[in-house]
């Protein structure tokens, strides 16, 4: 019996080797969170929230599986990766279907978001690139690197879901701001974007992202159209108080005034149902997601893994802020899901890839002495 029982338990220890137990924690957590006010926004849809959780066991097992393979592999076919990333991009802009445009592909069980693979993918080769050029990054690595994100941000404007290709953009600018690019090119950056701006306003935003800004600066010049989203959210969680008006019981959402709670208002829904102390809660486990992230970049021992790492975890800061700052009506409405709360397969399934590729990089960092 006992040499069963160590035959298993070595089993185990080798089936887990890889992975972060405590960044496992956290990301669990806040799935059931999200399974939670997930089965309260839809109206106790179990097939709802059956079909999320089986998500994220796809996620789950993905994290699992690159946890395992070594950051050296990673490295070797992250090109061919982005490349593979790059050809659904231009796909869905011909087989696309979406509420306001082409964001989604449908592939007969399920539909797929190809926008949301690139949030693995871009930070993977811009981490690629700039370690191959070696820091600091000079003026012509910078311009390929930029060309680099460019391109899927830039598909990604065409569909158009300008909000996803900020994010995604975000993603790989980040990698080069950890490999120590100078403050005065994101300075350029700025005034450029500054310069470009009423260009963009009249002849690239489409009518209702020009709404969608008009209404963050003035939710009530349309309080029963373009201001609804962000006046309903408010009042959800100005409604929920310091502990909330309790699980199932919000009259927000569940009186249809949130709009698509279950999906990127989501955070509302669970602002008024569990109050202050479940916002905080909630906020203090992606903190913790975010800063495990940065302490594995941190320890890592190779150029690659640190960019990668880095870029990962402040790509998460950014998505939970610009979600937060939406719904709370700080942002404009960008339809940015939650991570690991809103409604969907595709967003959550990158995201817990991306969390597996950092877990491999935690798992074969050389050990020191």
């Known amino acids: ?17 890889t992975v ?18 997930l089965h309260s926004a839809s109206g106790q849809n179990m097939a709802m929230v059956t079909a999320q959780a089986a998500r994220y066991g796809v996620g789950l097992a993905a994290m699992w599986l690159l946890s395992r393979v070594t ?11 982005y490349a593979l990333s790059i050809l659904p991009l231009v796909l869905v802009l011909f087989l696309g279907t979406g509420r306001h445009g082409q964001h989604w592909l449908n592939m007969g069980v399920f539909y797929f978001q190809p926008a949301e693979l690139m949030k693995l993918s871009l930070p993977m080769m811009a981490a690629w690139y700039l370690n191959l050029a070696g820091p600091p990054p000079r003026t012509g690595v910078v311009l390929v690197c930029l060309a680099i994100i ?31 690019l100078a403050w005065w090119w994101f300075a350029a950056v700025a005034a450029a974007v500054a310069a470009a701006a009423p260009a963009a306003w009249f002849w690239m935003l489409q009518p209702y992202q020009k709404d969608r800004l008009l209404t963050f600066l003035d939710p009530e010049r349309d309080p029963l159209g373009a201001g609804w989203n962000i006046i309903q959210s408010k009042i959800a969680i100005g409604a929920g108080g310091l502990a909330g008006q309790g699980w199932g019981e919000g009259s927000q959402s569940h009186l249809d005034f949130v709009p698509e709670h279950t999906t990127d208002f989501i955070f509302a829904v669970l602002a008024e149902e569990f109050g202050w102390i479940g916002v905080v809660v909630t906020l203090a486990l992606y903190l913790f997601v975010i800063g495990r992230c940065l302490w594995i970049a941190a320890e890592a021992r190779d150029g690659y893994s640190r960019l990668l790492a880095g870029s990962l975890g402040l790509a998460m800061f950014v998505y939970v802020l610009v979600n937060g700052g939406m719904v709370s009506g700080l942002l404009p409405v960008v339809g940015v899901p939650m991570p690991l709360l809103s409604y969907g397969g595709t967003a959550a399934v990158s995201l817990l890839a991306g969390m597996g590729v950092v877990m491999s990089i935690a798992a074969h960092r050389p050990v020191r002495g």
């Open 1 to 17: 019996m006992n040499i069963i029982l160590a035959w298993l338990f070595d089993l185990w220890r080798r089936f887990t080797r």
């Open 20 to 37: 972060d137990w405590m960044l496992l924690a956290a990301l669990c957590a806040l799935m059931a969170i999200g399974l939670a006010v």
């Open 71 to 81: 950051p050296l592999r990673l490295r070797a076919v992250t090109p061919g990766f």
């Open 150 to 180: 460019g391109l899927p941000t830039g598909l990604i404007m065409l569909q158009p879901d300008l909000g996803t290709a900020v994010l995604v953009a975000a993603s790989g600018l980040f990698a080069l701001y950890l490999a120590g």
